[in-house]
């Protein structure tokens, strides 16, 4: 039997658990570097995740009780946004799905599932990836990374490198910085800002129209108003370079409308496993083609999809109506291997 291969994954929350599953599955041998300095406590994390049948189904092939999930995740089952015109009393329904077979979840309680699943020596906590180099034919790769406990670097070599780390960096940090003074701050690309009083009475007008009466009020009350923006980004033209491959929220980050990114990371992590595995450890290049051929059209279109139903969802774009998430690509189930 030749030599087991090694897969460093870059990021220990839903795309690199999962992938951590799915490679392991396919014989591989896995280790996790997560920056954060320790497993995530089960306290109620994130405003929530909405998960699809098809990921559902795969989560649980990969749990030994998957009758956890069903424990852990309560039924969503419709999606309604709507608008209000405070002025001439009227509601309009922006999007509405029924008949919506997902399951809603804190990150924390489902992160918990997967990670608790896995041996906690293919994990190492508090471990920053700084940056990698490929050998020169191609078939190794050496990662540097930064403990931070006790600020040595050290290197790590595999056969594959996993990039799960994620793109928003909300996790790590929010808060409202004051540019005033300092507007040309190199800081001031953050995605937290301070907002003018222009911009506030804008925004008082528009929930006058959009949203309900008793949320503009609320809007209206908050002394301190900031700007979160999300971000997603035009679909990437390819999602493996070498043997370096992107998986979930860093391989097509999306906003939150469409209830994408988890279930997204979860396919990803299924069809690069079955990829991997099927091609054989001699095939990686043909296996990781295989994964960029399945996923890339898939998540693309979503990820547009999501975009525009973001604006629909926020009132911006009346000419959309009727797009409604049971539309979304793929929505039925997304190709497997
Ligand atoms: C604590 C937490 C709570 C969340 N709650 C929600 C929620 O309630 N609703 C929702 O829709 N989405 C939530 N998300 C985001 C959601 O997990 C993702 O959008 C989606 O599941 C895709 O996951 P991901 O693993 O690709 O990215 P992410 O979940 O963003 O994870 C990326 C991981 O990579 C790690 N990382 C980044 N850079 C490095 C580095 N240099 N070295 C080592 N590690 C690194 C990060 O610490 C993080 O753990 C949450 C994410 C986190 C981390």
Redesign the pocket.
Known sequence: MGKKMKAII???????VSCAHSLTLAGWDVLV????SEP?ARSP?????GLDPQARTIIKSWLSHPHLLDETTLPLSIDQNQATDSEKKVRRVLTRDESFDFRAA??SDIHGLLFNALPETMFLWG???LSFVMSQDGSTVKVETLVMETQETVEIQGDLLVA?????G???WRGVFDFSGDENSETNNSVTLKVSQEMINKMHQEADTIWIPELARLMKETKEPFLNVIYDCDPLERIFWGNVVL????AHPTT?HGLR??NM?VLDAEVLGKCLGECGPENLSLGLEEYQRIRLPVVSKQVLYARRLGRIKQGLDRGGIGLEQKHMPFFSGAPLV
């Open positions: 870059v990021g220990g929350s839903i795309a690199g570097l997560e920056k954060s995530p994390t994130g405003a929530g995740l804190y990150w471990h920053k990836f799960a780390d994620g793109y928003s909300y996790c790590a998986v979930g929220d860093a939150p990114s988890t990371s």
